[in-house]
């Protein structure tokens, strides 16, 4: 997959755009994220801190909840920077995050370059490994987290008692 430069450009300046919007009065680092998704649109997110530090919105969750609220479908190409505007690496979670919504073909500006999510997040566990292992599935499209995690606390459950 080739992305314009002028697109990564855009990227990055709707990444310090969404900076700008972060909530981050107990760390004071902001973060913003931008990807670009195959409906042609250009997703943001910005970090959302709470006093209990431990349950941080990271930038890239909110991002990928815009995305999957407006039926983006995959995503493309990916940025994200601190509040000085350098790129930074998203967090072990949200690589994960990200290879699910981007697969892992997904293109991410990184502090040392573009990279494939394959090369972020080698050997990962993506949709495809639950294919015919996700009770009830009836699509290829994998359900909504929170009906998987429902599935999962009952199978969980049903585990436990049996």
């Not at 310090?16 to 943001?44: N, W």
């Amino acid at each position: 997959m080739e992305i314009a430069e002028e697109t990564w450009a855009r990227l990055r300046e709707e990444a310090l755009e969404a900076v700008t919007h972060a909530y981050a009065p107990y760390s004071g680092y902001r973060v913003g994220a931008a990807a670009l998704a195959e409906d042609g649109h250009v997703y943001t997110g910005c970090n959302v801190e709470n006093a209990s530090l431990g349950v941080v919105l990271c930038a890239e969750c909110g991002l990928v909840s815009s995305a999957v609220r407006n039926d983006a479908g995959r995503l493309l190409a990916f940025v994200c920077v601190n509040g000085e505007g350098d790129a930074i690496a998203p967090c072990g979670r949200c690589r994960q995050v990200l290879r699910e919504h981007g697969g892992r073909g997904m293109l991410l500006a990184m502090p040392r370059g573009i990279m494939r999510m394959d090369e972020v997040l080698p050997e990962s566990f993506g949709p495809e490994a639950m294919e015919g292992h996700t009770a009830g599935a009836t699509t290829e499209t994998p359900a909504p987290a929170s009906d998987a995690r429902a599935r999962k606390d009952g199978d969980k459950e049903g585990h436990e008692r049996g």
